[in-house]
Structures are given as C-alpha cells and as structure tokens.
C-alpha cells in the first residue's frame, strides 16, 4: 500500500514517464466515448498550412501579407497570434499600422533560459503593459518558472498590439503535452499566459493571483474562481470538431469568420511547430492555446485531486489483499483480473464522464506489487521442500540442470531420449605442443582468456555448453532447450569464434609472443540426449553416430587446412545467409558410405571468388579431368592462397600421373 501511494506523490521521472504514456488510454477512451471536450463555438483557428503555403510562399510571409490578415479579421473581438516577428523587416509599419487599426490583437512573445540577443529595455517596458498587477504574494519567495530572457517582437509591431502574452509551454517528462501553464515570472514581473491573456481581454476582466512557495494557491477572473496551480491538465477536444480556416483564404477574402476569438498560428509540418499530444503526436502549437482557452470558457476542466488519488491507489492494494481471503489459485487469479478490470474500469469512467482524474497506473501497480508479493510469500512456503533437495543437489550439478531437477524430480533418473540435434567441435590447434613451451601460468591464462568468450558466444546463441575437453569445446543445439534454427546458430557460433580469435590475437601476440588458430566441425542429425553416467554421478550430453561424426569433421581440418567444416546434413538446412563452398566426398572412419563435406567460410567477397572457382575445378575433379582440375585448383592457390586448393591440387596431380581404373571421386580420410 505505502509502495504505491510513494510513488503517487514522489515517483522519478522514468517512472513518471511509463505511468504518463500508460494513463494516455484515458483520453483515448474519452474520444472513442463520445466524451471530448466540446469545443467553445466562439473559437477558431486560423491556420498557416500547407495550402497557405502553397499559394502566398513559404514562411515566414512578406508582413504586408499578414497587416492584409489582420485586416480581414477587425470583426473579431479577439485575435491572438502564435506567432512572433523579431527580426525587422521593410513591411513592419504597414503591420504595425493594421494591428493598430484592428485593435483586437494580442502578439505572441517567448521566454527563454538562455539568449544571444540583447534585450532592448525600450521592448520590455511595452511588454510591462501586459503584466499581472493583482498578484498577492503569500511568501517572499514563490514558486513559479522564472525567466531571464525573452524573444520579443520589435518595438513597432509590440507597441501596435493591445496585449502580448508569452506562448511557452512545458513537455511532460515523456516529452508529450498535457498542461498548461498559468503565469510566469520574468525580471520580476508576472505574465499570464497566452490563453489566460486572451480570457482577459475578451472577457474584459483582470486575473488576480495568490503564488506562494508552493505556486499558484489562488486563481480568479472577475468572480470566477479556476482550479488552482501553476498548470492545469488540458481537456482536449477531438480535433475534427475545431473550427479550423487556411490563412490563404481569409487574407484573400474568401471566407471571413464570424468567431469572436480568433488564434493565427502554424500547422504546416514544415514549419515544425509541433506538440505531441496523447491523442497526436503531432499536434500544432496554436491547438495547445486553443484548447486551454475553451476549457477556461467552458469551465470544463481536468479534475485532479491528490487526496482522492492516494485513497484510489491504496485501494488498489486493499483489493489484492482481499482475493487472497480465497485459497484456491484458480479462484484468486480470476478474481485478480476481475480486480484490475474494476480499477481500470472506474478510471475510465470518471475521466470520460465526469472530467475526474484517478491514478489508474499507480493504483493497478500497487495491486499487482500486492498480490505478487502475496503470490510470492504463499510459493516461498511451497517451495520450502523443494529447496531442501536444491540445497541437497546444488554442489555438483549445474543451476541450469538443477532448475530442471527441481521443476522434473524425475529427471534425476539415468536415460535419455532421441533428440534432432546439432553438434559443435572446436579445438585448438598446436596447443598440445605449444603447452610445453610456455610456464604453466602463462598457460593457464591464455587457455581461460580463450574459453571464457567462446563459451559466451555459444550461450548467446543459446546452444549448451556440453563439456571442456582440455582445451576443446564441445556444444550441442536444440537440447535440453527446442531451438528451430539449431543448425544456423551452430554455424553463426563457428564464425563468430573466428572472428573473436583474430581480436584475442592481437592481445596474444603483444603479451606472449603466439598467435592461436582452431578447428571446428558441426554436424546435425539424431542423438541420444540426457543423463549419462551411474547412480552416483552423471552428466547431462548427446552420445551417438552424429557426435562422433562431428568429432571427425573438427579432426579433418588439419587435412583440409580449413577452419570450420560442416556436414552435408547441416548445411541442406542452412539459408542464403552463409557463404559454404563444397569441400569433397570423403569415406569418415566408421562409415561405410561416403559424404559430403562442406567448409563454413567467412562472408567476404574474396571467399565468395574462391567458392565459385574452387566448386568449377571440384566438377572437373570429380569428372575425372585430374589435370583440367589441378590446373585450376593451381590458378586458385597461387591467387589467393586457399589451403583446400593445395590439397586437392597435390592430389589431382597424383591422380593425373597414375589415373585409377575405377574412379567414384571419393576420398579415404584416414585419422591420424
């Protein structure tokens, strides 16, 4: 309970942002009902939008074009710009005259934290005249955003309007907008904000403030009492329903609107005055305005209530608290999703039909931190038997295969089952002979740097380490966990361990003067997986033809000077992802049929040369053409040095020399 309701009133602002995005379901819900704001028919929305800017230019316009805007709306009561004309240009008096004709404008300025430009005090003391005078300070020091600069519009275009009002507003931590500021301070003085500043002139009231180090305490236009705060949450309207007119067709004359407020402002993209809603993230600016002064016209605002919201989210641990009254799981897990529908449910409803706000997030947040903890106190005392035989068991099997020991207790038994599987050998090469150069230290050192970030790639590639053997690894693919791409993955753990050597290399070479190289075969096909061993100690690996075979693979690249050689199986499986050259048909040890080998090739474009011309000399090779073949396989070596082209080279010239009276193309790999 005191979880939730600590974070109602002190969440960080990740937090924030999560319950910000996830509470957006709430306006949503508030449209799809038929519940949105209705906007004020005394509004409207002059837009600057992609038809304006198609027809009069791109922005900003020539001002003659903005005075003949202005001029065209003298009938309104009101009309607020989104806008601000800083920089000076040849038209500013034929504006400033037209804005002072019309006498209904309110400009637009921006307050900044920072500038480059230099204030004028002559354009600050135009900009007194639309301060806030009845403001009662209730501390010395009061808590409203304060601002030490401002982009202001120049001296003859500010001194034509009746008002200005700062059009800043604030993102929510998400980067989304859903308030809307009240008032600021800057040099001192306090500005309403462009909404307020339009209620004011257009109602012909004066707004009284009462800021405190708490903020906004108290807030009135004439006799109208508004919630209090240094923001307000903006009930949005469903955006179909605002009265929106393209600027091109007012300044030309061919509509006129009647509203009595009129805001100006951009909803070209282009133009990139744009404000992420919940209900668009890319809503314009001058919609942000708009928005909040129909909600100040209507009344019909956003109702937050912190007492009320910390009651709601502790009632949302109370309810996890009462399913547990029931004992059968089932029952509790109903009742749960029951639960969290009602929260969600309540929360929806106020906000959509009553304008309540509730802290739905917080409140379902709480409920689950309950009930999951409950969950968890309830399982820890189930699971006390099963952590005696963890603890029994935890000292010699692994935390993978113990979490199967306790969720199965009869995997304990020996057996197996047949499973279609991968296999992967890798083994150093030389590191036998290298050992008895090197101290048993430095030994020790390179063989863990070694093993450490192979392990680590075959379990990101979620196969299971089966075994270290000295310095050769040995892992299996889709067992004890079901893997579709097993054997991708194997082959996608082969080059990346070659390309993970080159970069220990470096490291090799600088600290103990060698270089490292291995050999790896993979091959895929059924084995018998599970517990091996006897009643007193076994381990979980594969056994059968296919480990052996892959065994054998790893073993013939020594023969074939490769680095990764792969079954005829593994690769019919493999995409178009992988770069794999036909090697030969050899006659492995313990099979009385011969196969096909194929050699994993890192994908580079020389490698890919090197497959087309080596598989062309291959056919000849198997045709039986020994001197066509060991020509090209010779073109192919001196080339780019492949090692398998040596060794088919040598032999095709033997064969050319001394050609057999039956040929099948199929190699005797003999082990050594």
């Known amino acids: 309970m005191f979880f939730g309701v600590f974070l109602f009133f002190g969440a960080s602002a990740p937090i924030e942002s999560i319950k910000l995005r996830a509470e957006d379901v709430l306006y949503r819900a508030k449209v799809m009902l038929g519940r949105a704001h209705k906007p004020d028919r005394a509004l409207a929305i002059v837009a600057i939008d992609e038809k304006s800017v198609n027809e009069l230019g791109r922005w900003p316009w020539d001002r003659k074009i903005i005075a003949k805007l202005v001029e065209n709306l003298s009938g309104a009561k009101v009309v607020a710009f989104d806008v601000v004309f800083s920089e000076p240009t040849n038209s500013d008096e034929e504006l400033a005259r037209a804005i002072q004709s019309a006498n209904n404008v309110v400009l637009g300025f921006f307050l900044r934290k920072e500038a480059t430009a230099f204030q004028q005090n002559s354009n600050f003391d135009i900009l007194l005249q639309s301060e806030l005078l009845r403001v009662k300070k209730l501390s010395e020091k009061v808590s409203v955003e304060e601002f030490p600069h401002a982009e202001t519009n120049t001296d003859l275009i500010a001194a034509s309007a009746v008002m200005q009002a700062p059009f800043n507003s604030r993102p929510d931590h998400d980067g989304l907008y859903r308030r809307y500021p009240v008032a600021f301070l800057f040099k001192g003085h306090f500005f309403p904000s462009m909404a307020l500043q339009v209620y004011r002139l257009y109602k012909n009231q004066d707004v009284e403030l ?81 928005t909040a002064l129909s909600n100040l016209l209507n009344g019909d605002f956003i109702i937050v209530n912190k007492l009320v919201g910390a009651l709601y989210v502790a009632t949302g641990a109370i309810l996890s608290l009462v399913v547990f009254l029931f004992r059968r799981l089932r029952v509790r897990l109903y009742l749960a999703a029951f639960g969290l529908s009602m929260i969600l449910a309540s929360g929806v409803i106020l906000f959509a039909y009553f304008n309540f706000y509730l802290p739905v997030f917080y409140s379902i947040l709480t409920f689950l931190f309950s009930y999951v903890a409950s969950e968890g106190l309830m399982f820890s005392l189930s699971e006390l038997q099963a952590g005696k035989v963890k603890k029994a068991f935890s000292s010699y099997l692994s935390p993978e295969l113990l979490e199967l020991v306790i969720k199965n207790p009869d995997s304990l038994k020996l057996g197996g089952q047949k499973r279609y599987v991968t296999v992967l050998f890798s083994d150093l090469r030389g590191f036998t002979s290298m050992s008895e150069k090197l101290e048993p230290e430095a030994l020790v050192n390179i063989l863990n740097k070694y093993l450490e970030p192979m392990t680590l790639i075959v379990l990101e590639e979620k196969g299971m380490l ?91 690249n020594k023969f074939y000077k490769t680095s990764v050689i792969i079954s005829e199986s593994t690769a019919r499986e493999l995409g178009d992802g992988f770069v794999i050259r036909m090697l030969d048909r050899v006659a492995v040890k313990g099979k009385a049929q011969a196969t096909t080998i194929y050699e994993l090739m890192l994908p580079t474009e020389a490698n890919r040369q090197i497959k087309q011309l080596y598989e062309d000399a291959l056919e000849l090779y198997f045709k039986g053409q020994f001197q066509e073949a060991a020509d090209l396989f010779s073109i192919i070596y001196q080339r780019f040095g492949d090692g398998p082209s040596s060794v088919l080279m040598e032999r095709s010239e033997k064969l050319a020399l001394n050609p057999p009276e039956q040929w099948e193309g199929v190699y005797v790999a003999k082990e050594k």
Request: aromatic share 10%; glycine share 10%.
């Open 210 to 290: 009462s800021v405190s180090k708490n903020g906004i305490e108290d807030l009135r236009i004439g006799h109208q009492e508004f919630p209090a705060s240094n923001s307000f949450l903006l009930n949005f309207p469903e955006f179909s329903s605002v009265k929106i007119f393209s600027a091109v067709d007012v300044v030309k004359g061919r509509i006129i609107p009647k509203e009595d407020v009129v805001f100006i402002g951009a909803t070209e993209i282009g133009i990139y005055d744009i404000r992420p809603t919940p209900l668009d993230y890319s809503t314009p600016g001058v919609f942000l305005h708009y």
């Open 466 to 556: 089966d075994k270290y053997i000295g310095d050769a690894i040995m892992a299996i693919f889709n067992a004890p966990v079901d893997l579709s791409d097993h054997p991708a993955r194997a082959c996608k753990s082969a080059l990346r361990m070659l390309e993970k050597l080159q970069e220990l290399n470096v490291g090799f070479r600088e600290s103990f003067g060698i270089e490292l190289s291995i050999g790896v075969g993979i091959n895929t096909g059924y084995a018998v997986v599970g517990n091996m061993g006897s009643s007193v100690r076994f381990d979980y690996t594969a056994i059968g033809d296919t480990v052996n075979t892959a065994s054998r693979l790893e073993g013939l």
